[in-house]
Protein backbone atom coordinates (compact mmCIF):
# COMPACT_ATOMS: atom_id res chain seq x y z
CA UNK A 1 0.00 0.00 0.00
CA UNK A 2 1.81 3.39 -1.09
CA UNK A 3 2.57 5.54 2.32
CA UNK A 4 0.14 8.10 0.68
CA UNK A 5 -2.94 6.20 1.30
CA UNK A 6 -2.24 4.91 5.00
CA UNK A 7 -4.49 6.93 7.65
CA UNK A 8 -2.24 9.95 9.28
CA UNK A 9 -2.43 10.86 13.05
CA UNK A 10 -2.14 14.11 14.59
CA UNK A 11 1.03 14.91 15.99
CA UNK A 12 3.87 18.19 15.98
CA UNK A 13 7.35 18.05 15.05
CA UNK A 14 10.43 19.98 15.50
CA UNK A 15 14.31 20.10 14.75
CA UNK A 16 17.24 20.58 17.09
CA UNK A 17 20.59 20.25 16.84
CA UNK A 18 23.28 19.98 19.80
CA UNK A 19 24.60 23.47 21.26
CA UNK A 20 28.55 22.32 22.27
CA UNK A 21 28.59 25.53 24.34
CA UNK A 22 26.05 24.60 26.52
CA UNK A 23 27.23 20.62 26.80
CA UNK A 24 28.89 20.76 30.36
CA UNK A 25 26.22 23.27 31.46
CA UNK A 26 23.46 20.49 30.28
CA UNK A 27 24.73 17.25 31.65
CA UNK A 28 23.83 16.76 35.00
CA UNK A 29 26.09 13.78 36.22
CA UNK A 30 24.27 11.94 38.91
CA UNK A 31 27.19 8.91 39.23
CA UNK A 32 28.39 10.01 42.69
CA UNK A 33 25.44 9.20 44.84
CA UNK A 34 23.83 6.05 44.18
CA UNK A 35 19.79 5.88 43.78
CA UNK A 36 17.26 4.29 45.28
CA UNK A 37 14.76 2.35 43.69
CA UNK A 38 15.82 2.03 40.40
CA UNK A 39 13.89 0.02 37.91
CA UNK A 40 14.94 -1.04 34.24
CA UNK A 41 11.37 -0.47 32.81
CA UNK A 42 9.73 -3.36 30.16
CA UNK A 43 9.72 -2.29 26.45
CA UNK A 44 6.10 -2.74 27.02
CA UNK A 45 6.03 0.37 29.96
CA UNK A 46 4.38 3.38 28.68
CA UNK A 47 6.12 5.31 26.06
CA UNK A 48 7.04 8.73 25.04
CA UNK A 49 9.19 8.17 21.94
CA UNK A 50 10.82 5.74 19.54
CA UNK A 51 14.86 6.81 18.11
CA UNK A 52 16.30 5.79 15.08
CA UNK A 53 19.57 6.89 13.63
CA UNK A 54 19.29 7.46 9.80
CA UNK A 55 21.62 5.76 7.55
CA UNK A 56 23.90 7.83 5.14
CA UNK A 57 26.97 7.24 2.44
CA UNK A 58 29.79 7.28 5.57
CA UNK A 59 28.36 4.03 6.85
CA UNK A 60 28.56 0.96 5.57
CA UNK A 61 25.23 1.26 4.04
CA UNK A 62 26.23 3.16 1.58
CA UNK A 63 26.65 -0.11 -1.23
CA UNK A 64 22.43 -0.40 -0.42
CA UNK A 65 21.69 3.30 0.34
CA UNK A 66 18.67 3.43 -1.78
CA UNK A 67 17.30 0.26 -0.34
CA UNK A 68 17.87 0.46 3.17
CA UNK A 69 16.72 4.07 3.00
CA UNK A 70 13.12 2.65 1.45
CA UNK A 71 12.99 0.22 4.93
CA UNK A 72 13.86 3.48 7.37
CA UNK A 73 10.88 5.22 5.19
CA UNK A 74 8.39 2.32 6.14
CA UNK A 75 9.85 2.06 9.61
CA UNK A 76 9.65 5.60 10.18
CA UNK A 77 6.22 5.72 8.92
CA UNK A 78 4.97 3.16 11.07
CA UNK A 79 6.37 3.99 14.19
CA UNK A 80 5.54 8.17 13.35
CA UNK A 81 2.22 7.68 12.54
CA UNK A 82 1.26 6.17 16.12
CA UNK A 83 3.60 8.11 18.16
CA UNK A 84 6.76 10.28 18.34
CA UNK A 85 9.80 9.60 16.60
CA UNK A 86 13.02 11.02 16.66
CA UNK A 87 15.58 10.60 13.97
CA UNK A 88 19.52 11.36 14.30
CA UNK A 89 20.44 12.59 10.81
CA UNK A 90 23.20 14.00 9.47
CA UNK A 91 21.07 15.79 7.09
CA UNK A 92 19.45 17.93 8.92
CA UNK A 93 17.12 19.91 6.43
CA UNK A 94 17.85 17.69 3.94
CA UNK A 95 16.15 14.89 4.96
CA UNK A 96 13.66 16.98 6.48
CA UNK A 97 12.18 17.70 3.22
CA UNK A 98 12.96 14.56 1.61
CA UNK A 99 10.64 12.68 4.23
CA UNK A 100 7.84 15.51 3.42
CA UNK A 101 7.58 13.90 -0.27
CA UNK A 102 7.05 10.37 1.35
CA UNK A 103 4.94 10.65 4.56
CA UNK A 104 1.48 12.24 4.99
CA UNK A 105 1.76 16.14 6.86
CA UNK A 106 0.45 14.91 10.22
CA UNK A 107 2.41 11.82 9.95
CA UNK A 108 5.70 14.11 9.51
CA UNK A 109 4.33 16.36 12.55
CA UNK A 110 4.92 13.62 14.64
CA UNK A 111 9.13 13.45 13.42
CA UNK A 112 11.63 15.06 15.53
CA UNK A 113 15.32 15.76 13.85
CA UNK A 114 18.33 15.97 15.95
CA UNK A 115 21.51 16.96 13.66
CA UNK A 116 24.84 15.18 14.64
CA UNK A 117 27.97 15.34 13.19
CA UNK A 118 28.19 11.83 11.63
CA UNK A 119 27.67 8.11 13.44
CA UNK A 120 29.29 5.15 12.60
CA UNK A 121 26.49 3.06 12.03
CA UNK A 122 22.48 3.19 12.96
CA UNK A 123 22.21 0.63 15.25
CA UNK A 124 21.05 2.79 18.06
CA UNK A 125 19.80 0.05 19.91
CA UNK A 126 23.17 -0.91 21.17
CA UNK A 127 24.17 2.87 22.01
CA UNK A 128 21.59 5.04 22.81
CA UNK A 129 20.68 5.34 26.33
CA UNK A 130 18.98 2.94 28.43
CA UNK A 131 16.32 4.58 30.89
CA UNK A 132 16.03 3.61 34.75
CA UNK A 133 13.43 4.91 36.78
CA UNK A 134 14.19 6.38 39.77
CA UNK A 135 12.52 8.06 42.91
CA UNK A 136 14.76 11.27 41.48
CA UNK A 137 13.19 10.65 37.90
CA UNK A 138 15.00 9.55 34.97
CA UNK A 139 18.64 8.74 34.78
CA UNK A 140 19.57 8.44 31.28
CA UNK A 141 22.46 5.99 31.64
CA UNK A 142 25.05 6.39 28.88
CA UNK A 143 27.18 2.94 28.88
CA UNK A 144 30.20 2.81 26.93
CA UNK A 145 29.69 0.87 23.28
CA UNK A 146 33.08 -0.41 21.66
CA UNK A 147 31.50 -1.96 18.39
CA UNK A 148 30.76 -5.50 19.62
CA UNK A 149 33.65 -6.24 20.97
CA UNK A 150 35.88 -4.39 18.97
CA UNK A 151 34.65 -5.52 15.99
CA UNK A 152 33.74 -1.93 14.43
CA UNK A 153 34.69 1.72 14.59
CA UNK A 154 32.03 3.12 17.39
CA UNK A 155 33.71 6.74 18.26
CA UNK A 156 30.78 8.83 16.79
CA UNK A 157 27.99 6.29 17.67
CA UNK A 158 29.75 6.76 21.92
CA UNK A 159 29.18 10.41 21.28
CA UNK A 160 25.63 10.58 20.18
CA UNK A 161 23.76 10.40 23.69
CA UNK A 162 25.28 13.63 24.69
CA UNK A 163 25.02 15.14 21.79
CA UNK A 164 20.88 13.90 21.93
CA UNK A 165 20.72 15.19 25.72
CA UNK A 166 22.35 18.46 24.76
CA UNK A 167 19.37 19.35 22.46
CA UNK A 168 17.14 19.75 25.84
CA UNK A 169 14.55 17.88 24.51
CA UNK A 170 14.66 15.28 27.24
CA UNK A 171 13.81 15.39 30.78
CA UNK A 172 16.08 13.13 33.00
CA UNK A 173 19.64 12.91 34.60
CA UNK A 174 22.64 12.13 32.47
CA UNK A 175 24.79 9.41 33.89
CA UNK A 176 28.23 8.65 32.83
CA UNK A 177 28.08 4.91 32.81
CA UNK A 178 30.66 5.04 30.31
CA UNK A 179 33.44 2.74 32.35
CA UNK A 180 31.41 -0.73 31.38
CA UNK A 181 30.28 -2.26 28.14
CA UNK A 182 26.91 -2.46 27.81
CA UNK A 183 24.87 -3.06 24.54
CA UNK A 184 20.61 -2.42 25.11
CA UNK A 185 20.47 -5.46 22.47
CA UNK A 186 22.29 -7.74 25.28
CA UNK A 187 19.42 -7.60 27.83
CA UNK A 188 15.71 -8.36 28.49
CA UNK A 189 13.80 -6.59 31.86
CA UNK A 190 10.72 -7.53 32.68
CA UNK A 191 10.39 -4.02 34.58
CA UNK A 192 9.99 -5.47 38.12
CA UNK A 193 12.87 -7.88 38.99
CA UNK A 194 14.07 -9.68 36.22
CA UNK A 195 17.19 -9.50 33.40
CA UNK A 196 17.39 -11.89 30.49
CA UNK A 197 21.14 -11.89 28.75
CA UNK A 198 23.18 -14.14 27.49
CA UNK A 199 26.32 -15.11 28.48
CA UNK A 200 28.23 -15.35 25.30
CA UNK A 201 27.97 -11.63 25.07
CA UNK A 202 28.25 -10.29 28.97
CA UNK A 203 30.63 -12.67 30.03
CA UNK A 204 32.80 -12.18 27.23
CA UNK A 205 35.98 -10.87 27.68
CA UNK A 206 35.81 -8.64 24.73
CA UNK A 207 33.44 -6.63 26.44
CA UNK A 208 35.42 -6.06 29.42
CA UNK A 209 39.06 -4.03 30.02
CA UNK A 210 41.03 -3.02 32.75
CA UNK A 211 39.89 0.43 34.18
CA UNK A 212 36.61 -0.25 33.90
CA UNK A 213 33.89 -0.93 36.77
CA UNK A 214 34.24 -4.40 35.90
CA UNK A 215 37.33 -5.50 34.11
CA UNK A 216 36.82 -8.86 33.82
CA UNK A 217 34.25 -11.42 32.61
CA UNK A 218 33.42 -11.83 36.24
CA UNK A 219 29.53 -13.18 36.17
CA UNK A 220 29.30 -12.27 40.03
CA UNK A 221 30.78 -8.88 39.48
CA UNK A 222 28.79 -8.49 36.60
CA UNK A 223 25.37 -9.68 38.27
CA UNK A 224 26.27 -7.48 41.00
CA UNK A 225 26.85 -4.16 38.72
CA UNK A 226 23.93 -4.74 36.66
CA UNK A 227 21.56 -4.97 39.95
CA UNK A 228 22.91 -1.66 41.54
CA UNK A 229 22.60 0.54 38.26
CA UNK A 230 19.60 -1.11 36.54
CA UNK A 231 17.71 -1.84 39.46
CA UNK A 232 16.82 -5.46 38.94
CA UNK A 233 17.06 -8.35 41.77
CA UNK A 234 18.03 -11.57 39.44
CA UNK A 235 20.09 -11.86 36.37
CA UNK A 236 18.61 -14.85 34.33
CA UNK A 237 21.24 -15.92 31.85
CA UNK A 238 21.25 -18.04 28.68
CA UNK A 239 24.54 -20.08 27.77
CA UNK A 240 23.13 -21.46 24.12
CA UNK A 241 21.60 -19.87 21.36
CA UNK A 242 23.28 -18.27 18.28
CA UNK A 243 22.07 -16.88 14.93
CA UNK A 244 24.71 -17.37 11.92
CA UNK A 245 26.13 -14.05 10.50
CA UNK A 246 25.44 -12.71 14.25
CA UNK A 247 27.83 -9.57 14.98
CA UNK A 248 27.04 -9.15 18.41
CA UNK A 249 27.99 -12.29 20.18
CA UNK A 250 24.27 -13.65 20.91
CA UNK A 251 21.92 -10.71 21.36
CA UNK A 252 19.14 -11.72 24.04
CA UNK A 253 16.91 -9.42 21.52
CA UNK A 254 17.93 -11.99 18.30
CA UNK A 255 16.78 -14.73 20.37
CA UNK A 256 14.58 -14.44 23.45
CA UNK A 257 12.12 -11.87 24.37
CA UNK A 258 10.62 -11.00 27.83
CA UNK A 259 6.78 -10.12 27.31
CA UNK A 260 4.02 -8.84 29.74
CA UNK A 261 2.41 -12.35 32.33
CA UNK A 262 5.74 -13.81 32.28
CA UNK A 263 5.55 -14.98 29.01
CA UNK A 264 9.41 -15.65 27.09
CA UNK A 265 8.49 -14.94 22.75
CA UNK A 266 11.89 -16.81 21.41
CA UNK A 267 13.05 -18.69 18.83
CA UNK A 268 12.55 -22.36 17.88
CA UNK A 269 14.34 -24.54 15.16
CA UNK A 270 12.35 -27.96 13.91
CA UNK A 271 14.49 -28.95 11.17
CA UNK A 272 17.25 -30.98 12.02
CA UNK A 273 18.88 -30.78 9.55
CA UNK A 274 20.02 -26.39 10.39
CA UNK A 275 23.10 -25.54 11.76
CA UNK A 276 21.08 -24.04 14.62
CA UNK A 277 19.15 -27.22 15.67
CA UNK A 278 21.29 -28.21 18.36
CA UNK A 279 22.17 -25.09 19.90
CA UNK A 280 18.53 -23.44 19.74
CA UNK A 281 17.27 -26.72 21.13
CA UNK A 282 19.43 -26.58 24.10
CA UNK A 283 18.48 -22.71 24.57
CA UNK A 284 14.89 -23.80 24.81
CA UNK A 285 15.36 -26.17 27.56
CA UNK A 286 17.34 -23.64 29.72
CA UNK A 287 14.29 -21.75 28.84
CA UNK A 288 11.57 -24.39 30.09
CA UNK A 289 14.18 -24.66 33.39
CA UNK A 290 13.77 -20.53 34.12
CA UNK A 291 11.70 -19.72 36.77
CA UNK A 292 9.54 -16.49 37.59
CA UNK A 293 9.93 -14.62 41.44
CA UNK A 294 7.51 -16.93 42.26
CA UNK A 295 8.43 -20.02 41.54
CA UNK A 296 6.29 -20.43 38.44
CA UNK A 297 7.47 -21.57 35.04
CA UNK A 298 7.25 -18.66 32.48
CA UNK A 299 4.31 -19.16 29.41
CA UNK A 300 6.97 -20.09 26.42
CA UNK A 301 6.23 -18.85 23.09
CA UNK A 302 7.76 -20.27 20.27
CA UNK A 303 8.04 -18.50 16.60
CA UNK A 304 9.88 -20.13 13.72
CA UNK A 305 13.48 -19.63 12.71
CA UNK A 306 13.07 -18.05 9.29
CA UNK A 307 13.95 -19.75 5.92
CA UNK A 308 18.05 -18.97 5.46
CA UNK A 309 19.07 -15.72 3.76
CA UNK A 310 21.93 -14.99 2.32
CA UNK A 311 23.97 -12.02 0.95
CA UNK A 312 27.38 -13.32 -1.11
CA UNK A 313 26.86 -16.68 0.27
CA UNK A 314 27.12 -15.78 3.82
CA UNK A 315 24.22 -16.88 6.00
CA UNK A 316 22.32 -13.82 7.56
CA UNK A 317 20.79 -13.62 10.97
CA UNK A 318 17.25 -13.35 10.24
CA UNK A 319 15.07 -13.47 13.42
CA UNK A 320 11.51 -12.66 14.04
CA UNK A 321 12.60 -12.48 17.79
CA UNK A 322 13.76 -8.89 17.34
CA UNK A 323 10.38 -7.03 17.16
CA UNK A 324 9.98 -3.11 18.65
CA UNK A 325 7.16 -2.83 20.90
CA UNK A 326 5.15 0.10 20.93
CA UNK A 327 2.51 1.67 23.02
CA UNK A 328 -0.15 0.28 20.95
CA UNK A 329 1.72 -1.81 18.18
CA UNK A 330 4.39 -4.46 18.09
CA UNK A 331 6.28 -3.91 15.02
CA UNK A 332 7.97 -7.69 13.32
CA UNK A 333 10.87 -7.90 11.26
CA UNK A 334 9.50 -9.71 7.86
CA UNK A 335 11.72 -11.52 5.31
CA UNK A 336 9.26 -11.86 2.00
CA UNK A 337 8.65 -15.51 3.32
CA UNK A 338 5.12 -15.43 3.59
CA UNK A 339 4.26 -18.47 5.15
CA UNK A 340 6.82 -18.18 8.27
CA UNK A 341 5.98 -14.51 8.21
CA UNK A 342 2.63 -15.17 8.35
CA UNK A 343 2.67 -17.52 11.47
CA UNK A 344 5.32 -15.58 13.05
CA UNK A 345 3.18 -12.57 13.14
CA UNK A 346 0.07 -14.65 14.65
CA UNK A 347 2.24 -16.06 17.14
CA UNK A 348 3.69 -12.97 18.15
CA UNK A 349 0.28 -11.58 18.56
CA UNK A 350 -0.53 -14.21 21.34
CA UNK A 351 2.19 -12.78 23.49
CA UNK A 352 0.51 -9.31 22.65
CA UNK A 353 -2.86 -9.98 22.50
CA UNK A 354 -4.47 -6.06 22.88
CA UNK A 355 -1.71 -5.15 20.43
CA UNK A 356 -1.67 -3.83 16.81
CA UNK A 357 1.05 -6.40 14.76
CA UNK A 358 2.34 -4.96 12.47
CA UNK A 359 5.18 -6.77 9.72
CA UNK A 360 7.74 -4.45 8.29
CA UNK A 361 10.03 -5.91 5.70
CA UNK A 362 13.52 -6.49 6.83
CA UNK A 363 15.48 -7.81 4.22
CA UNK A 364 17.49 -4.75 3.86
CA UNK A 365 18.58 -4.58 7.22
CA UNK A 366 19.71 -7.72 7.73
CA UNK A 367 22.01 -7.25 4.94
CA UNK A 368 24.39 -5.17 7.66
CA UNK A 369 23.36 -8.42 10.50
CA UNK A 370 20.46 -6.63 12.32
CA UNK A 371 17.03 -6.03 12.29
CA UNK A 372 13.96 -3.86 13.69
CA UNK A 373 14.81 -4.00 17.25
CA UNK A 374 18.43 -3.36 16.62
CA UNK A 375 17.56 -0.11 14.50
CA UNK A 376 15.25 1.51 17.87
CA UNK A 377 15.49 2.54 21.39
CA UNK A 378 12.46 3.89 23.11
CA UNK A 379 12.17 5.78 26.06
CA UNK A 380 9.80 6.39 28.73
CA UNK A 381 7.09 8.35 29.13
CA UNK A 382 8.67 10.75 31.18
CA UNK A 383 11.91 11.43 29.27
CA UNK A 384 10.12 13.28 26.00
CA UNK A 385 7.19 14.57 27.60
CA UNK A 386 6.82 17.49 25.37
CA UNK A 387 7.01 15.58 22.45
CA UNK A 388 3.56 13.68 23.21
CA UNK A 389 0.51 15.52 21.90
Not at 39 to 47: D, N, S, V
Not at 325 to 343: C, F, G, H, R, T
Amino acid sequence: MPLEALPPRPGHGMTAEFNLENLHQSIDVEQQEPRPLRTLPAEWAPQSAILIAWPHAATDWADILDEVTECYVRLAYEIAVRQPLVILTVEGLELEAYLSKQLPQAVMQNIHFVIVPTTNDTWVRDYGFLTVQSTGGAELMDFRFNGWGGKFHADHDNAANKLLFATNLMRGHYVDALDFELEGGGIESDGRDTLLTTAECLLNSNRRRQGDAVPTPNKAQVEDLLKERLGVERVLWLHHGYLAGDDTDSHIDTLARLCPNDTIVYVQCTDTEDEHYEALAAMERELQAFRTLEDKPYRLVPVPLPDACYDEGERLPATYANFLIMNKAVLVPIYAQSEKDALALKTIQTAFPEHEIVGVDCRALIRQHGSLHCATMQFPREVFRALIK
